[in-house]
T-cell receptor, first 116, second 121 residues
Framework: AQKITQTQPGMFVQEKEAVTLDCTYD???????LFWYKQPSSGEMIFLIY??????QNATEGRYSLNFQKARKSANLVISASQLGDSAMYFC?????????????FGSGTRLQVQP | KAGVTQTPRYLIKTRGQQVTLSCSPI?????VSWYQQTPGQGLQFLFE???????NKGNFPGRFSGRQFSNSRSEMNVSTLELGDSALYLC????????????????????FGEGSRLTVL
């Protein structure tokens, strides 16, 4: 079974600073994908970044980067130059890639608040 | 390009009633998944549909059902509502069920709607 652990229920960061949101995972499947989603108060889950288990390089998407440490089973999200609009819930998720079980398993989330 | 559209956005029902939620995927997307989000249980997978066929099902009782139509639109139904069914129901669509990297670009990731918030009294 897959499990995602996000140990930070809430985080504060000053505007323009960088912040790291932690995510550790557990799976017995060798092929998996890791995702980060942002959920603002509107409820919509917004896809941010993806890392495949066999990707050689850490994923980056604009101000978002994923610090992937496979041996430690961690996939931390780094947001650089935080903006007020980054205040939201952030969810780490994973899914198996080749088994047919395509459902996402989500962590409990981290609420990020960006302060001016 | 329009995103995933879910209707209704908010609804209130009483115990024992049934409810139907609708989801229109992004144009061209053929895979639709449903998730339930509650403060206690977090985000949990309900089911996934592709080409009008249920491909995966989560660990929910038979009161939860769904279907997908030929235009990829999907509905989910919850019968005999219980207080614990109060939740945000999120629909997500993707081009297809598989994640594919094409020349470095990822396709197959899920795009979510804003959800239908159900309150059961």
């Amino acid at each position: 079974a897959q499990k995602i652990t996000q140990t930070q229920p809430g985080m504060f960061v000053q505007e323009k600073e960088a912040v790291t949101l932690d995510c550790t995972y557990d799976t017995s499947d060798p092929s998996y994908g890791l995702f980060w989603y942002k959920q603002p108060s509107s409820g919509e889950m917004i896809f941010l970044i993806y890392q495949g288990s066999y990707d050689q390089q850490n994923a980056t998407e604009g101000r978002y980067s994923l610090n992937f440490q496979k041996a430690r089973k961690s996939a931390n999200l780094v947001i650089s130059a935080s903006q007020l609009g980054d205040s939201a819930m952030y969810f780490c998720a994973m899914r198996e890639l080749y088994t047919g079980r395509r459902a996402l398993t989500f962590g409990s989330g981290t609420r990020l608040q960006v302060q001016p | 390009k329009a995103g995933v559209t879910q209707t209704p956005r908010y609804l209130i029902k009483t115990r024992g009633q049934q409810v139907t939620l609708s989801c229109s995927p992004i144009s061209g997307h053929r895979s639709v998944s449903w998730y339930q989000q509650t403060p206690g249980q977090g985000l949990q997978f309900l089911f996934e549909y592709f080409s009008e066929t249920q491909r995966n099902k989560g660990n929910f009782p038979g009161r939860f059902s769904g279907r997908q139509f030929s235009n990829s639109r999907s509905e989910m139904n919850v019968s005999t509502l219980e207080l614990g069914d109060s939740a945000l129901y999120l629909c997500a669509s993707s081009l297809g069920p598989e994640l594919v990297r094409d020349r470095g670009k990822l396709t197959g990731e899920l795009f979510f709607g804003e959800g239908s918030r159900l309150t059961v009294l």
